[in-house]
């Protein structure tokens, strides 16, 4: 599986935080700490950066300076710390789309999740749009300059890689029936097409029906991320942030939401058939 720099840091903020907290340490007594030791421009908010993952390439010897203030001695613990310091620091794909993608959280957990399953209330979800469809959803968002269009659409098709992997993750999408609705005629067919194409077992699209009224996803979407040896991780997009939810009664939420939309959503058969009468419905 792909080794991700988002995932190394994330399980390294995680870690300090560990450290700290089992030191006793709050973040005031840190940065007094630091400072003796010279880092005079260390702030408790800078503690709070790092345990909440909100820096982007960790540097080594600050590392290594949270390790001495915390008197970890153990060469193996110390050691595997500084190694996730260093996998950290590389640059994924994505970096190189950071006009159009920011810090590519996102992307850089779900090139190494193991199961993603996504609820999409208005859109289809970015894992399974065709170029057609992305370029007319981005620039019905409002973006009218062609080149960053093509741009976003080039680094979505980027991302929709990690499905056609060897040890592509189990993805599971319901999607309102009112996204399909929303498809525009001219991307409808080819779009629909690949929604019934990418139906496989380790991939499977569920529609949740009008009929089924009102639902457990009318608050919005969202997608949840699992991973072989890390927590799970819920993640939803607004239109000008991202917000991962990693505490385990928040998780333990979504998940619970999940399932109900599942529930209420068609079964994977009647799913398919779904999609095929409205592809038959536009010829």
Same mark, same amino acid.
């Given at each position: 599986m792909a080794s991700s720099p988002t995932l190394r840091r994330r399980r390294l903020s995680w870690r300090l935080r560990e450290l700290r907290e089992q030191a006793g340490l709050t973040a005031d007594e840190v940065t007094d700490r630091a400072h003796q030791r010279g880092a005079q421009r260390w702030s408790p908010s800078k503690i709070t950066r790092i345990e909440r993952n909100e820096w982007i390439r960790p540097k080594v010897e600050d590392v290594e300076m949270l390790l001495d203030i915390y008197e970890v001695t153990d060469q193996d613990d110390r050691d595997a710390c500084v190694a996730l +310091? *260093?996998? &950290?620091?590389?640059?994924?794909?994505?970096?190189?789309?950071?006009? /159009? #993608?920011?810090?590519? +959280?996102?992307?850089? #957990?779900?090139?190494? &999740? @193991?199961?993603?399953?996504?609820f999409e209330l208005a859109v289809v979800p970015g894992l399974l749009q065709t170029e057609e469809y992305a370029r007319a959803m981005i620039r019905g968002g409002g973006i009218t300059d062609e080149d960053e269009v093509e741009r976003r659409?080039? %680094?979505r098709m980027m991302r929709q890689q990690i499905?056609?992997? $060897?040890?592509?993750?189990?993805?599971? &999408?319901?999607?309102?029936?009112? &996204? #399909?609705? *929303?498809? =525009?005629? $001219? $991307? #409808?067919?080819?779009?629909v097409s690949h929604l019934l194409q990418v139906q496989r077992s380790t991939?499977?699209?569920?529609?949740?029906?009008? +009929?089924?009224?009102?639902? %457990?996803?009318?608050?919005?979407? !969202?997608?949840?991320?699992? !991973? =072989? @040896?890390?927590?799970?991780?819920?993640?939803?997009?607004?239109h000008t942030s991202q917000t991962f939810h990693e505490e385990p009664e928040d998780v333990e939420r979504?998940?619970?939401?999940?399932?109900? /939309?599942? +529930?209420?959503?068609? @079964?994977?058969d009647d799913s398919t058939a779904f999609l095929e009468s409205l592809l038959e419905s536009h010829p």
């Open positions: +310091a *260093k996998q &950290a620091r590389r640059r994924g794909w994505w970096v190189g789309y950071s006009d /159009v #993608l920011g810090r590519g +959280a996102l992307t850089g #957990l779900e090139v190494e &999740a @193991s199961v993603i399953r996504t659409v080039e %680094a499905l056609s992997r $060897a040890d592509a993750p189990r993805y599971w &999408a319901t999607i309102d029936e009112a &996204a #399909l609705r *929303k498809i =525009p005629a $001219a $991307a #409808l067919r080819e779009q991939l499977r699209v569920q529609v949740l029906p009008d +009929a089924a009224g009102l639902h %457990a996803g009318m608050m919005g979407p !969202f997608v949840i991320m699992d !991973f =072989p @040896s890390d927590p799970i991780v819920v993640y939803i997009e607004g979504y998940n619970l939401l999940y399932t109900y /939309v599942q +529930a209420a959503a068609l @079964s994977v």
